[in-house]
């Protein structure tokens, strides 16, 4: 078996422990993490390292592949950029929990998350280091770009399109054929019934309020 780390130590993190635990594909050798002490327990893992000893790391464990477990859509990039440019022959490898249920013509690509319950139905589309968590629902031919994520308990109908790491947040429903435009955030519980566009917080029941959304600039470079 490949062995593999986990970028990040937080809950989200240890939700991906234990899909890792339960599917047995990978040898899981721990955490690293910027924020927190190294060896540190976590979940029953020790934090060997940051991204400034990532190379380093990769030598001595013998690493092969790395998951990012970060929740936050902007975060998860430009962690996802800082690796690349410490380590870019390394595989980001997909997760996905026993339960989850997908089409027979699902591709799971590279970096993305599915949770306990999520259903990904026929000829979607899931994007690099997309995330779908817990009771996550995407409809048939619905699109979710690469970064994006739906939150617990999303529904999302058919034909809709996310954009690139925008945010679908908790117990949201997106109607048939709707588009979501990039760097966006629909509001949990919201229902959308209209289309709405690129770097913006939208939310109601039905939307009813719309924003703009200023990105961390951190974040995105």
């Known amino acids: 078996m490949k062995n593999i780390v986990i970028y990040g130590?937080?809950?989200?993190?240890k939700m991906i422990v234990d899909i890792i635990l339960k599917n047995n594909d990978y040898n899981l050798i721990g955490f690293t993490d910027s924020y927190k002490p190294v060896n540190s327990a976590v979940y029953g893992y020790k934090i060997?390292?940051?991204?400034?000893?990532?190379?380093?790391?990769?030598?001595?464990?013998?690493?092969?592949?790395?998951?990012?477990?970060?929740?936050?859509n902007d975060l998860r990039l430009s962690i996802y950029r800082s690796i690349k440019?410490?380590?870019?022959?390394?595989?980001?490898?997909?997760?996905?929990?026993?339960?989850?249920?997908?089409?027979?013509?699902?591709l799971v690509p590279e970096g993305a998350v599915l949770m306990a319950g999520t259903i990904v139905n026929a000829n979607a589309k899931l994007g690099k280091f997309c995330l779908l968590?817990?009771?996550?629902?995407?409809?048939?031919?619905?699109v979710m770009s690469d970064f994006s994520s739906l939150s617990s308990g999303v529904t999302i109908a058919g034909n809709v399109s996310i954009g690139f790491c925008s945010s679908i947040c908790l117990s949201?429903?997106?109607s048939q054929g709707i588009t979501i435009g990039d760097y966006t955030?629909?509001?949990?519980?919201?229902?959308?019934?209209?289309?709405?566009?690129?770097?913006?917080?939208?939310?109601?029941v039905p939307i009813h309020t719309e924003k703009d959304r200023t990105l961390d600039l951190m974040h995105t470079a």
């Open 48 to 72: 060997i390292g940051n991204l400034d000893s990532l190379s380093v790391l990769i030598k001595k464990f013998n690493i092969e592949g790395i998951v990012i477990g970060i929740g936050d």
């Open 133 to 142: 968590n817990t009771k996550a629902s995407l409809g048939h031919d619905s």
């Open 85 to 106: 440019k410490i380590a870019p022959k390394i595989e980001f490898v997909p997760v996905v929990h026993p339960s989850a249920i997908l089409a027979e013509d699902i």
């Open 172 to 174: 949201a429903s997106v």
């Open 9 to 13: 130590a937080s809950g989200h993190a």
């Open 185 to 204: 955030v629909i509001g949990g519980a919201s229902l959308v019934l209209k289309s709405i566009g690129d770097f913006k917080l939208a939310y109601g």
